[in-house]
């Protein structure tokens, strides 16, 4: 089977710690951690000598790569995505669908279900959509098109595109102070759908209201949403003090590092969710751009809107773990879990996130200087360098 074979000389992330251990994988699956040489099925050997083997990285939040947006995307836009992405060690990813029309996000939906239902891509696997938007603030709109976010929340709207993405809708973003967001939550959580509060100028009580609904993440914490004010603490209190995940684009852009040591030290490791955001000019130069209904115009790597208002991210994954070993002097081992068990807790992925018996067979191979040697997907080769 070509998603079988054995990884031998590697240093493999276990409990914790990079160590010398052989795996062995069969049917996309871990099956095997030894020390020592005991291939005894006889399986096709990878020799990891010199490289570090890792969880695959998971991306809840993108909106693109490679030249492709996922607005635009149809089902061979978002596998090119998932090639680009497999480079950068990512394994899987949800797409994000910027707030569009009902007609073009329904069209998303069926593009997605597509590749989710297709089995094998030769990339990073795609995981399921996020849908951020349309119930955001258009106060904090960032990047959205004011005139289509919806001003009170609506059920019937949410069922219409899990339907349409035959159930693949995994999680949305919501600002908690648009009517029928509190009510809409537990709906959503029943549909399947993370929910994570963002996009927002709510109040504290109205966050922390929400968070009892059941709201589990923010979106990228800090980036386009009312600041702390000790007066009333908003979303952003409520997301540094409640046991929810939180977002962190680690570009050194959206966040100084300095405020990313922070959310660790009130979150602890367990409890940030690195993110690209990325838009379609990740892996490109600077240059003109489209984020959703948006022109972007992306200058020393920085992406904006004519207006300056900046408009997501050319990061990718491997280069967030790399920004978070500079950030905060730690080795991969810990910053890592941003990007591979966090997410997977996150999202209910239990087979996902994590290097152990039983596991699904997504690693990424990384050299002395971090950078991605080989990608696997379910046990399949899906990028060498």
């Not at 020390?35 to 020799?47: Q, Y």
């Not at 969710?273 to 959703?292: E, W």
């Not at 990007?339 to 209910?348: F, I, Q, S, Y």
Request: charged share 20%; hydrophobic share 40%; net charge negative.
């Amino acid at each position: 089977m070509d998603n079988s074979f054995y990884l031998k000389n590697g240093s493999v992330l276990w409990n914790g710690a990079f160590t010398p251990l052989d795996m062995a994988v069969e049917d996309g699956h871990i099956t095997a951690l030894s020390r020592g040489h005991h291939n005894e099925k006889g399986l096709p050997e990878v020799d990891a000598a010199g490289l570090r083997v890792l969880p695959g990285f998971l991306d809840l939040h993108t909106h693109g790569a490679a030249g492709v947006d996922v607005n635009a995307a149809d089902a061979e836009g978002l596998r090119t995505i998932g090639r680009f992405f497999a480079s950068q060690g990512v394994t899987g990813w949800l797409c994000s669908v910027l707030t569009d029309t009902p007609e073009q996000t329904l069209w998303c939906m069926e593009q997605a279900r597509q590749v989710i239902e297709g089995g094998p891509c030769g990339g990073a696997a795609l995981l399921g959509v996020h849908l951020e938007g349309p119930c955001l603030s258009s106060e904090y709109k960032g990047a959205m098109p004011e005139h289509l976010l919806m001003h009170t929340a609506d059920a019937e709207l949410f069922a219409k595109y899990q339907k349409a993405s035959g159930g693949h809708v995994r999680y949305t973003t919501l600002a908690p102070e648009i009517p029928g967001v509190p009510g809409l939550i537990p709906r959503l959580n029943a549909m399947g759908i993370v929910c994570a509060m963002g996009h927002s100028g709510a109040g504290y009580d109205q966050c922390a209201a929400c968070v009892d609904a059941g709201v589990r993440s923010v979106t990228h914490l800090g980036n386009a949403m009312r600041l702390f004010h000790q007066h009333d603490p908003a979303i952003f209190g409520v997301a540094l003090e409640r046991d929810v995940y939180v977002e962190a684009i680690c570009d050194g852009r959206h966040l100084h590092p300095g405020t990313v040591r922070l959310y660790l030290k009130a979150k602890g490791y367990d409890r940030v969710v690195a993110v690209t955001d990325s838009i379609m000019a990740a892996g490109l130069p600077d240059g003109s751009y489209k984020l959703g209904v948006n022109d972007v115009i992306v200058e020393n790597g920085d992406a904006k809107l004519p207006n300056g208002v900046r408009a997501g991210s050319t990061l990718t994954m491997a280069q967030a773990l790399r920004n978070l070993m500079a950030f905060t002097g730690e080795g991969a081992e810990t910053v890592s879990r941003l990007m591979t068990a966090n997410p997977a807790r996150l999202m209910g992925w239990a087979g996902k996130g994590e290097l152990d018996v039983g596991k699904d067979a997504d690693l990424v191979l990384l050299d002395g200087d971090y950078q991605v040697a080989r990608t696997v997907v379910g046990g399949r080769t899906v990028y060498t360098r």
